[in-house]
């Protein structure tokens, strides 16, 4: 029998008028949407085991909910298909964890994107870009997904609410995979089996690409993000915050034959990512007056290890990695890893 | 053709609530003070709250911080404000 939907519906003359409307009521991201319609919003609930009313989430501050019915409303509008919608069920129940503070993370003026990264099976299953391109247009399940999390925090978390002054691009949408290799995937790192899909949500700043050509042993290409980590700019100086960092092949390789792990990664670049109180207090981040023993006081990147989200991907050719810091602290947001609910049609 | 779409919208739930009963006076209040932890919130409400004591007369205040500025306060916190104050300072921004 098919659901009933409680969404008001408007009848429009043709899809033009429709997405006009939709650009002139804020509905949009800026970006032409696909007009959702009943059939393909039961189809997308269908894809995912959903009724119409479930709660996929909330933003408890605000007395906002999330139903399955709006959240498979915008999924539609972003382009998804109805196979990518259990991914976009995941990641709005792992934003809508407590931990994950989502009034702050989507109200700040520090304008946080939320990254996004897919692991295990359903990454082949839906052709997610994993390579070349990692962070940028291309690849249909990575802009849609992302894009349809962002829709749902404007349409109804409240676009009213973003308070950012600057932004960055991550924010129309920040979707990745990461690519098999032989260090651990990071929602294995994260306590789930390799067998599990899952996305890994986080509140990041943009994107901060870190080159080195040249370097031939792997302290060297750590020593280079560690420098890029350190940067007094960042809530990462100062604060419990964490780090999201993605490692390209390139730099992988030189790490993987030298047999270092993602734990060395992390243990390396927690005791490298640092830099003098001295330096904070020259920044102003700390406005007491320089004493001599600040030379020696370390404050570092990250307060432990773990705090560091290590990704492998990106495309074969260059030694491009990137690093990603965090939303102002640890206490307000921290990354969730959620596994996603795989539904099969007719099965049990 | 026509087409007929669905609204991607929704607005906050509504719940039912009842406003506290406006004070003709302050003098002999207690005053809930909520610091929702920015830097240098506990230094700006406990000085309003001073002022608004010396001024008006208030009893008392409590103090209640959030667990963060990204979260609400705890439920135990808000039972604490509801049984004992009578009015409530919150709202700190950047």
Known sequence: MKQALVSESIEFEDPDQAMETFFRKGWTDGLPVVPPTEEKVLRFLGAAGLASGDILGAIPERNRVFTAEKVAINAVMAGCLPEYFPVVVAAVRAISRPEFGLHGVSASTAGAGLLMVVNGPICRELAMNDGQNLMAPGNRANATIGRAVRLVLYNLGGREFDRTTLGHPGKYTFCISEQESEWEPLHVMRGLTPETSAVTVFASEGPNQIQNHSALKPESILNTIADRMRALGSFNMGGDVEFALIICPEHYQTLIKEVWTKRDVQVYLHGHACRPVADLKRGGLDETPIVPEDKEKWVHAVADPSRILVIMAGGVAGRFSACMPGWFNRHMSHAVTEPIAQFCAGGT | ?94
């Open chain 2, 1 to 94: 053709m026509t087409i007929t779409v669905l609204t991607p919208t929704n607005q906050p739930v509504q719940t039912a609530f009842e406003m506290a009963p406006r004070p003709a006076s302050l003098k002999g209040l207690t005053l809930g003070l909520i610091d929702n932890g920015k830097r240098n919130s506990d230094y700006l409400v406990k000085s309003i709250g001073r002022r608004l004591k010396e001024r008006f007369g208030l009893q008392t205040e409590i103090h209640v911080k959030k667990p963060s500025p990204s979260h609400a306060i705890s439920e135990d916190a808000a039972r604490e404000l509801a049984e004992k104050a009578q009015l409530i300072l919150a709202g700190i921004g950047d």
